[in-house]
């Protein structure tokens, strides 16, 4: 490989690598692929089968179920420890298979975020995937850029970067094209760019030396994930359930015990009904419904565009209750189109075009004219055209293509549709003398151009227009005719304000001579700055975009729009999308600069009061992030820039935009918006309810179940009759409802009624008070119903000193058809809390309507098949038996379907 490269001087790299400032040709990228690889680090090994078995077994309900199986080899009943220990290992294959599932769509995610870089190849720009990166290859970087593979700077512009993951050094380090000495330090070679550190500032290119396990972070295998989490809050809330039925076995299998020894039963009977209770209050198929529930939801994010970095995370997402949202591309489409231009002799010109087309025609009070034909025009226009660094070319498809910031990018189609090209005019008028790029500071890109047709060097500044216009003292009135601003300053401050509440971003530029020795920027007089022209660009909103805002205030989500724009641009963007006023005594919007004027009183209560935040900067959206968490807020923060990572990381979820976001902003984040659409953040939240909401379902429905059976053994304990259910009966009907059945629940869709319970509170549990009354009906029902339906099929009633072997079968029997059908249809009504099973459809969760088929099919063969009835102790049912036992098993459906009659109606609206 290619050592100590930062010695050898640009030329010297070129050669040594076999390429050049052009870049490689495309064959000679296939044949360096082939030598060198894909430009990756090794994966950090996923959770092995072993680990994964023991992190299933390690949970306190299968503790509990290695107890009982003792319990039963202890008293001579090696069938039910047998069957015990067959259905725990069932219940881990379950387990393990989500588990890996789960892992595998992790996995799959990460290619919904595949990281690009640009190259240049071929004396073209493409976009590329980092990982097909060779030795030879020209990268462009930019601020906020993770720098992809080693490489050797060849071109920088105020550059520097962040090395902190490197060499744990976190102040930004600056970097050039200087060449150094064969001894200097990693931390010292300012000429060099390393793989996974971040472009803290300006613009630069580098040539590919080291890609993979042959960079510098890929020698030491180090990793930036390293950082331990703190225990999230799905985390927090399913220990707690796991503990909460741990202990209701518990002491549902104490009671047993106790009732048993009370009334004088043997003590192998009293134990045999222990461990029936035991097992029946024992929901076995809970770790897998907790893995299932979060990979199916990552899987549904992923194809609504968003793309999670965290599974636990998901439920965050239903309690957050304040959203701090970026305006464009968020709100607006990022579609910049120049549409007005208002020039310094104060002509209006509107420009037609959409999008990124660079075809459209320009117009004074209707009338066409022809920009190469205008003196001023032709001026200006090639200004526009260099001073960026974006690019538009044409697709294959027809369609045109951004490379670089949409704004400046805007400039170019404009400048274009005059058919001004900007490679054309470098190679034929122009001359780059030193290129600033665009400053959050200064808010404008700047460039000493010299214009070698004119043999005159120009200073061009293009930008915010408030910025730009503070800056000039002088306008250009034609081409020849140049003035103080003052008198004029007015007229273009009026047109710059309206455009502004036309909810259009207004930009400007302005330019002077200065001497043909002047190469820096800095060196230049800025008081000598002349107005040029002011131009609105257009950016609409996104169509879904309203919707989604109302959906989310109406669940009591506050939507607080923080850009760097106008104010007044802000304002009616935010009144187009219906971000609503927070307080009427309170301004609708505010610049950074007014909340500086405030007290430390005065601040809190704007941020708590105020809608829409103007000028901002990325420290003080940081410092509101911060009030509004202290406030007790749960926050939701979007940011696409490398400075909006501290309030990313500081938001309980960050959200970056996987479109125009920098990778440092996709670092720092939570979730990535890969359409950088606000809607899709409301998309993700309505997931984060609906994981809720299958959790809280599917808990109930354990509990519903599981401890219904327990409460009917211990009413057989005190009404005195033989045991209703054998472990083994328990066991195999746990196995089936809570293995098979809940785990399909847990992939309930989203339905029109999870946003009707509004936000979660971040101390709301998944069973709650609320909860109470619907698991008193359900476990009444079902425990009743099974005691009767027991009762009634016993031949010699309630003496079980008379009561005959087959008959006792019998009884179970018809029990265990009993349960395992009234089950089946209860999960029906328990798909939702609020919409009817009819409204819903019995058949529009597929997955659960396999489950019962396989469910019913295993139910079968084991009563039904003469070997399996023998093991299980069961006699065959005839259909005559069999119907009125499906009718009875509806009680439970017709029940819940009427309980969620009266609480649609609010004649329950408490529960």
């Known amino acids: ?46 959770k092995s089968l072993f680990k994964m078995a023991i992190s299933q077994i390690h949970n306190p309900l299968i503790y509990v179920l290695f107890l ?62 980092i990982e097909d990166l060779v030795p030879g290859d020209i990268v462009l970087l930019k601020e906020g850029d993770k720098i992809p593979a080693d490489m050797r700077v060849t071109y920088a512009l105020n550059v520097s970067t962040i090395e902190a993951s490197l060499t744990g050094e976190s102040v930004p380090v600056e970097k050039s094209n200087v060449t150094l000495k064969e001894d200097t330090q990693l931390a010292e070679r300012k000429n060099m760019f390393y793989k996974g550190t971040i472009v803290a500032a300006g613009e630069a290119e580098g040539v590919v030396v080291h890609t993979g396990i042959n960079t510098e972070i890929g020698k030491i295998a180090t990793t930036l994930k390293e950082i331990k989490r703190e225990k999230t809050l799905f985390l927090k809330r399913t220990s707690r359930l796991t503990k909460t039925l741990a202990f209701i076995a518990t002491a549902g299998a104490i009671l047993t015990f106790l009732i048993g020894t009370v009334r004088g039963l043997e003590l192998t009977q009293i134990i045999l009904f222990t461990v029936a ?24 994010l992923a194809k609504k565009k968003s793309v999670v970095r965290s599974l636990s995370s998901i439920e965050t997402l239903s309690t957050i209750t304040t959203i701090i949202t970026d305006k464009t591309g968020t709100l607006t489409q990022n579609s910049m189109t120049i549409t007005k231009m208002f020039l310094g002799d104060k002509r209006e010109i509107k420009v037609t075009g959409k999008t990124w087309e660079p075809s459209g025609d320009f117009f004074i009070k209707k009338e066409k004219i022809f920009p190469r034909e205008d003196k001023y025009l032709k001026f200006v226009l090639p200004l526009l055209a260099i001073v960026n660094k974006a690019e538009v070319s044409k697709e294959e498809n027809g369609n045109y293509q951004i490379f670089g910031d949409p704004t400046e990018a805007s400039r170019v189609v404009l400048a274009e549709k005059a058919n001004y090209i900007k490679d054309e005019l470098l190679q034929k008028d122009y001359t780059i003398v030193e290129d600033v790029p665009y400053s959050q500071d200064t808010k404008y890109r700047g460039m000493i151009l010299r214009d070698n047709k004119r043999e005159k060097t120009f200073a061009v500044l293009v930008g915010g227009a408030e910025n730009v216009l503070n800056i000039c003292q002088y306008t250009m009135l034609s081409k020849k005719k140049t003035r103080r601003i003052d008198e004029h300053k007015n007229s273009y401050e009026r047109k710059m304000n309206n455009w502004t509440k036309e909810a259009m971003r207004v930009q400007a530029i302005a330019f002077q001579e200065v001497d043909e020795k002047v190469k820096k920027l800095k060196d230049v007089d800025y008081k000598k700055f002349i107005f040029l022209a002011t131009f609105g660009i ?15 205030q109406t669940a009591g989500i506050r939507v607080i729009m923080a850009t760097g724009d106008n104010k007044e641009t802000a304002i009616a963007i ?96 939570d979730l990535i918006l890969m359409d950088d659409n606000f809607a899709t953040i409301v998309d993700a939240i309505e997931e984060g309810l609906t994981v809720f909401r299958n959790l809280r379902q599917t808990s109930l429905y354990l509990l519903s179940t599981n401890l219904a059976e327990d409460v009917f053994i211990i009413l057989a304990l005190v009404l005195n009759t033989p045991l209703p259910l054998l472990p083994i009966h328990i066991l195999w009907l746990n196995l089936l409802t809570d293995g098979l059945l809940d785990v399909s629940l847990a992939t309930e869709d989203t339905h029109e009624d999870v946003w009707e319970d509004g936000m ?100 079968t063969l084991i009563i039904e098949v003469p070997y399996l009835a023998n093991i299980f102790q069961f006699t065959p049912l005839k259909w005559d038996e069999l119907l009125p036992i499906i009718a009875i098993s509806t009680i439970p459906l017709w029940i819940m379907e009427f309980y969620k009659y009266l609480k649609r109606n609010e004649y329950l609206s408490k529960y």
């Open 760 to 859: 979660k509170k971040k101390e709301e549990q998944i069973i709650d008070r609320r909860q109470f009354l619907t698991l008193a009906i359900t476990i009444s029902v079902l425990s009743t119903i099974g005691l009767l339906t027991f009762l009634h099929y016993l031949p010699e009633g309630l003496d079980s000193t008379v009561i005959s072997h087959v008959g006792l079968e019998k009884a179970r029997t018809m029990v265990f058809a009993m349960l395992t059908c009234s089950q089946i249809f209860f999960i029906f009504s328990l798909r939702s809390p609020t919409i009817s099973i009819f409204k819903l459809g019995f058949f529009t969760n597929k997955y659960l309507f396999i489950s019962i088929f396989l469910v019913l099919i295993l139910t």
């Open 1 to 46: 490989m290619y050592k100590n490269i930062y010695k050898e001087t640009i030329p010297e790299v070129f050669n040594k690598l076999k390429t050049s400032k052009e870049g490689l040709e495309e064959s000679e990228v296939k044949k360096r692929q082939e030598i060198y690889g894909a430009n990756t680090l090794p994966e950090t090994e996923g």
């Open 538 to 552: 257009h950016d609409p909103i996104r169509n879904n975009v309203p919707g989604a805002i109302k959906k989310a």
């Open 574 to 669: 935010g009144r187009e999308t219906g971000i609503e006023h927070q307080n009427k005594d309170f301004p609708y919007a505010m610049e950074e600069l007014e909340l500086q004027k405030l007290s430390e009183k005065e601040f809190e209560e704007a941020i708590e009061n105020v809608s829409i935040f103007a000028r901002l900067t990325p420290d003080t959206k940081f410092k509101i992030a911060e009030l509004l968490q202290k406030k007790g807020e749960i926050l939701a923060m979007t940011g696409d820039g490398v400075n909006d990572s501290l309030a990313l990381k500081k938001a309980n979820i960050g959200i970056s935009m996987g479109i125009i976001g920098t990778d440092a902003a996709r670092e720092a984040s």
């Open 277 to 300: 209770s035991f097992i029946s209050a024992i929901p076995e198929g809970l770790p897998a419904v907790l893995t299932v529930v979060l990979s199916v939801a990552a899987y549904r």
């Open 68 to 129: 009982t199986a003792l319990f039963s080899l202890s008293i001579g009943h090696q069938v039910d420890a047998v069957i015990i220990l067959i259905v725990v290992l069932i219940n881990l294959i379950i387990g393990v298979y989500h588990e890996v599932k789960a892992q595998k769509i992790i996995k799959n995610l990460e290619s919904f975020s595949v990281p690009t870089c640009m190259v240049r190849r071929n004396n073209k720009i493409r976009e590329i995937n």
